[in-house]
T-cell receptor
């Protein structure tokens, strides 16, 4: 079964600084990878996804992630964060096919003015 | 496109009562819907997978008689928490996967906050 590890439970960062949120997954022949953002008391919003093709994926709100098969990683990055980026971020993975998503434990990003 | 709604957005009930939560895909058909539970400051835990017209598949440790799931149509799934107790208080989130399968992407509802007194 797939598993996802988000190494950092909390990441504080100053406004306009770059940020990287780390995500590693257990190896599989074929995987789909996702990053979701959750604002307080809300559902999940898809930031970006990797299905196939280019390993650098660009998403909404200026976020991007790079799929690294050899390191089984899918780290999320943003070159300059805003206060409004403060939220919980979840990495998720599924095998190709009809399987549900498996989520990491989440990383709380706190942007400091 | 790909909007999923949940109703109600929040509910407070007395211990022992049953609560029904609806999950609807508004602009697409969903063969599969998923129900998750999220405790404060924790990740989403999959409770069950619901396929239209068939019985739901529950994850280990989830009581199927307590959490009744019905997926009567391609746009509606319901979760009923029967005889709710305070420990059932949680944030319940549903998601739906499109009929045409967009790379296994799931679209999430806004969640339902359940508080059992």
């Amino acid at each position: 079964a797939q598993s996802v590890t988000q190494l950092d439970s909390q990441v504080p960062v100053f406004e306009e600084a770059p940020v990287e949120l780390r995500c590693n997954y257990s190896s599989s022949v074929s995987v789909y990878l996702f990053w979701y953002v959750q604002y307080p008391n809300q559902g999940l919003q898809l930031l970006l996804k990797y299905l196939s093709g280019s390993t650098l994926v660009k998403g909404i709100n200026g976020f991007e992630a790079e799929f690294n098969k050899s390191q089984t990683s899918f780290h999320l990055r943003k070159p300059s964060v805003h206060i409004s980026d403060t939220a919980e971020y979840f990495c998720a993975v599924s095998d190709s096919g009809n399987t549900p998503l498996v989520f990491g434990k989440g990383t709380r990003l706190s942007v400091i003015a | 496109g790909a909007v999923v709604s949940q109703h109600p957005s929040w509910v407070i009930c007395k211990s022992g009562t049953s609560v029904k939560i609806e999950c609807r895909s508004l602009d697409f058909q969903a063969t599969t819907m998923f129900w998750y539970r999220q405790f404060p400051k924790q990740s989403l835990m999959l409770m069950a997978t619901s396929n239209e017209g068939s019985k739901a598949t529950y994850e280990q440790g989830v009581e199927k008689d307590k959490f009744l799931i019905n997926h009567a149509s391609l746009t509606l799934s319901t979760l009923t928490v029967t005889s709710a107790h305070p420990e059932d208080s949680s944030f319940y989130i549903c998601s739906a996967r499109a009929l045409a399968g967009r790379g296994n992407e799931q679209f999430f509802g806004p969640g339902t906050r359940l508080t059992v007194l």
